[in-house]
Every structure is written in C-alpha cells, then in structure tokens.
C-alpha cells in the first residue's frame, strides 16, 4: 500500500492530496521535522510531495532518487515547442546583462522566477548558480498538466493574462480544453522530445505567437491548482525510482 508523505507545512493542495489518498485507501504522514522517524523510513511504497528544497534529504533517507527534469531541459527542446529564445547558464552571467530578460532556476525555488535586468538580480546567491534565461514574451493562458508514461492525465487553467484563476475556479472553456489536450497529445507523441515517466509540464498560448511550452517540473513539488487529486497522486507514485 502507497504512503503519502507530506511536510510539515500545511497547504490546500497537500490537504487535498490527503483526502484523495484516504478516498484510495492509501496511508498518510505528515512530517513534523526535516528528519524521518525510524519507524516511517522502512515504508514499502513512500510517495512523496514536499518542497523541493526539502526533498532530496528526505529522497536519501527513504532510499528513493525522485524524479525531476534536466536543468537544459527547455533549452533542448525544439523550437516550435518554445517559441522564444532559453539558454541555460549562470546567474553570474545573466547579471551581465543590462536588459529585461526572464530568468529562474531550472527545478528549485532558489529564488522567484520573473523578469529582472542584472543588476535586479538576488545578490545572496553564488554566480555559479544555473538559470534558465529567456526572452520576455506575454503569455495569454497557462495550463498546468500531469504527465504519465508521455500521456496527458489532468491538468488545469492556472493563468490568464497573468492573473492566477483561483477565484474564478481553475475554469476554462471547452474549446480551450480541446486546444491543450491536443497541443499536449502532440508534443509528448514527437520523438524528439524526451520526457521524464512522471512530471509535470506546464503549457500556454503566447500573445502572437501560438501554443508553446512554459516548462517541466518536478511533480513532487507541484501546485495542483485545478487538477484532479486522484489522477495526480498516481503521477506522483511513479515519480521516484
């Protein structure tokens, strides 16, 4: 039998989770440090939703490597997936440029990702620290998507024009429905495109360009927004090895 284990800190979405574990009959645990008990390390099955500054101490103490995507992931992939420029490098040399451009850290939440010239950029982080660096475009919609074995198994409207949908609860139209099942459908069916068995992409339209890629994260650490509980546990599950 899976058991979920959850951080100490409580939020909507791991309360969800929770619930939906206990609808499959599945065992739950919430920690209430950054340290395992004995007791709970020897669980056959521990699937894991935590941040992701906390997950690999506890990846290594339940003997797991959690699944999560190649920093060079984005810049990797092909352009009509894109529709604007990623690099991967430093923060160092992204403090070197004086113009607008969107920088993040490929998979932790070092610091927030957002559009920032250089010399905006978090002074208290070394300048070998990786970023993904990217042109500045408007996104239009933003949809989040659980992926499974390259099959799409829910997602949810999470953005439009820049405004995060809670209130107006994760809804969206059918047609948009159809629109980013099929865009998802087509990326994850190209060859060319190398997917981890259990993630989380994250897709949009942007503003004269079309449908493209936002990025890949890890689903251990993802917001569900609209998702469905069930669907994304069952990701979550096979996001380990």
């Known amino acids: 039998m899976p058991t979920l284990i959850l951080s100490p800190r409580h939020t909507e979405d791991s309360q969800r ?5 206990g609808r499959l009959g599945w065992r739950t645990e919430r920690l209430t440090s950054w340290r395992i008990p004995l007791d709970l390390r020897a669980v056959p099955e521990p699937v894991i939703y935590v941040e992701a500054l906390m997950a690999p101490t506890l990846a290594e103490e339940f003997g797991v490597t959690l699944v999560e995507p190649p920093d060079d ?53 070394p300048d070998d620290l990786p970023v ?27 953005l439009r024009d820049g405004v995060l949908q809670k209130e107006n609860g994760f809804a969206s139209t059918d047609e948009e429905d159809a629109e980013v099942t099929a865009y998802v459908n087509r990326v994850l069916a190209d060859p060319r495109v190398d997917v981890p068995n259990a993630v989380v992409m994250d897709v949009g339209v942007i503003d004269g360009r079309g449908w493209a890629v936002v990025e890949l994260n890890a689903a251990w650490a993802s917001g569900l927004y609209g998702c469905d509980e069930a669907k994304a546990l069952e990701v979550l599950r096979h996001a380990k090895t």
Request: net charge positive; charged share 30%; glycine share 4%.
């Open 17 to 21: 989770l929770w619930r939906a574990a």
């Open 132 to 158: 993904l660096v990217a042109g500045v475009v408007k996104w239009r919609t933003e949809f989040r998507c659980f992926v499974l074995d390259r099959q799409l198994q829910t997602f949810s409207i999470y």
């Open 73 to 125: 992931w984005l810049p990797r992939l092909p352009d009509e997936y894109r529709q604007r420029a990623v690099r991967l490098t430093t923060l160092g040399e992204a403090r070197t440029d004086p113009n607008p451009q969107f920088v993040k850290p490929p998979n932790d939440k070092s610091f927030t990702a957002g559009v920032y010239r250089g010399d905006d950029l978090p002074k208290e982080f």
